[in-house]
């Protein structure tokens, strides 16, 4: 017993301490499976088409390996038979048109391949011996080099897959004919069991619910017409609600993702679905007329092309963007400026974009003249905005005092003037940039408003300036010096332009969807899309 001599003190661990490790390890584990079967879960959600196609895949290779499990089938055609399960794991695409693709490439090359092993084998036979191996290798060496080559060749880069199968079709036969002593059976067996692999793909593939390119183009399409539409009103929207409190450094903008912009992120990825596009049209071709898509000679090469004139406007998008996020901003109250013709020219353009992805979705063809011409009308009010108030997007504009007698004209009242209005307005606009009345001498001057360079000079203290320095940092030295006022209306004037260049971007962006409708109009007729009732 413990205290007296000669006894023994045993320690003995509590459990719950030995158990915690095991637990700690258990619940990583626990959420470690959870993660991976929510990322299985969104994956799946996201395109149900995915867990279509693996089953399928599944479905031919089991028929195809059941002619090797069943004794009959493999005493028929023996252990060759393994060559249609290599074919339907090679053949079997997404779609169907990809699938038809593949599959003549695969028939093609395999055919040339036996038809070439079958005479170069024959030839080495005659040959004696001695000289059929060499030639055997030779002739190896000759289509290994050949084959190579012609992949590479810039026309002939779609049927790069046919050149491959012909080289190991090649080798595989004649090496095996070589060492078998009977070349022309082989290359028979090896050439019905790809058919049989073939003919199995294809009839899953277009039977069990079919994946079709043309339609998988299509709906890609529709969707880049609407990301377009909802990344310009996301970016004009965010230019226009911004104060300028919260912006962030250059370098973080940069590497930023931009995780509450969804709809630029969904434009940007759009930029890189050239390629989606083209090679699900290329796959379309070889598809048969089916669902919506009826008429042979179907031109999927239209959408391509309107796919390219689209990213061509998504380009501007990008720029309006750059100039959301760019150091140089220009001041709050002059965006408020020009906001309402901002406004209606993103809104009238996004809903022509939408209109011209809705056409497309239902394949029908409407009349875009009305909303052409308020897209037209609402860009037309903008430029005159821009033209009539020039004079705020200049450093040396200084604003009238309080007491004079002529008010500085509104703008909702400049647009909504008549044209022979318009023209005395411009005449008086230089009064506004004329000095104020200096006062009589011994006097005390009036209280005068806030020039627009102190305005901006406040608002500045909420943002970076350019260069990268706070202006609250320079009066903390001293305050402004002579030499630094130039430099100060230089780098305001710096700053309005960037409402000038986002305006200018926005105009530019109207003028490109003249060359989208064009190009939907021609994809419409040459589509056959029905004409909308009236």
Not at 186 to 213: C, H, K, Q
Request: include cysteine; glycine fraction near 6%.
């Amino acid at each position: 017993m413990n205290g007296k001599k000669g006894s023994i003190e045993i320690n003995i661990p509590s459990i719950t301490n030995t158990k915690l490790p095991e637990n700690k390890k258990c619940g990583e584990v626990s959420a470690l499976g959870k993660g991976w079967i929510l990322s299985i879960w969104e994956v799946c959600k996201e395109d149900s088409n995915r867990v279509i196609f693996s089953l399928k895949v599944g479905l031919a290779v089991l028929l195809v390996s059941l002619l090797i499990l069943f004794r009959v089938p493999y005493q028929v055609f023996g252990s060759s038979i393994i060559w249609s399960i290599l074919t339907v794991a090679i053949m079997f695409e997404y779609t169907v048109g990809a699938t038809f693709n593949r599959g003549f490439n695969r028939a093609l090359g395999s055919l040339l391949a036996g038809i070439l092993a079958i005479a170069i084998a024959e030839l080495a036979l005659s040959s004696g011996r001695i000289a059929e191996p060499v030639i055997i290798g030779l002739s190896i060496f000759i289509v290994g080099t050949v084959t190579s080559f012609m992949k590479l060749w810039p026309s002939l880069v779609p049927y790069e897959y046919g050149f491959r199968v012909i080289l190991f079709t090649y080798c595989l036969i004649i090496v095996s004919g070589y060492r078998m002593g009977n070349p022309i059976r082989t290359a028979m067996d090896r050439l019905y069991s790809i058919a049989i692999g073939a003919i199995v793909a294809v009839l899953v593939n277009v039977l069990v619910f079919p994946i079709w390119a043309g339609e998988q183009l299509h709906k890609e399409l529709v969707s880049n017409f609407n990301s377009v539409a909802d990344a310009l009103e996301e970016c004009v929207g965010k230019y226009l609600d911004d104060d300028g409190s919260e912006h962030p450094e250059f370098t973080k903008t940069v590497t930023d993702e931009f995780p509450d912009e969804p709809a630029y992120r969904k434009c940007r990825s759009m930029l890189n679905s050239s390629a989606k596009l083209e090679s699900l049209a290329n796959s379309a071709k070889w598809e048969p007329p089916h669902g919506r898509f009826r008429h042979f000679f179907y031109p999927w090469s239209e959408y391509v092309k309107v796919g390219a004139v689209l990213r061509y406007c998504a380009y501007e998008v990008m720029a309006l963007h750059g100039v959301l996020h760019s150091e140089i901003q220009a001041p709050c109250n002059l965006r408020i400026t020009f906001q309402k013709e901002i406004q209606d020219a993103t809104n009238d353009a996004a809903e022509l974009v939408r209109c011209l992805g809705k056409d497309i979705s239902e394949m029908q063809r409407s009349l875009k003249v009305t909303l052409l011409k308020r897209v037209h009308g609402s860009t037309e009010r903008l430029q005159r905005a821009i033209d009539m108030h020039s004079y705020l997007l200049t450093s040396t504009y200084e604003p009238p005092d309080n007491n004079t007698s002529k008010p500085q004209p509104k703008l909702s009242l400049t647009l909504s003037t008549t044209p022979s209005n318009l023209s005395n307005q411009l005449v008086e606009l230089p009064e506004l940039n004329s000095n104020p009345p200096s006062p009589p001498p011994g006097t005390i001057p009036p209280l005068q408003t806030e020039s627009y360079h102190e305005m901006m000079r406040k608002q500045s203290r909420r943002l970076y300036s350019w260069p990268s320095r706070e202006v609250d940092a320079v009066e903390e030295e001293g305050g402004f010096s002579a030499d630094f006022i130039p430099k100060m209306r230089a780098l305001e004037s710096t700053a309005t332009l960037s409402l000038a260049t986002f305006t200018s971007l926005l105009i530019e962006f109207v003028a490109r969807i003249d060359h989208l409708v064009e190009a939907v109009d021609e994809l419409s007729k040459l589509s056959q899309f029905k004409q909308e009732a009236l």
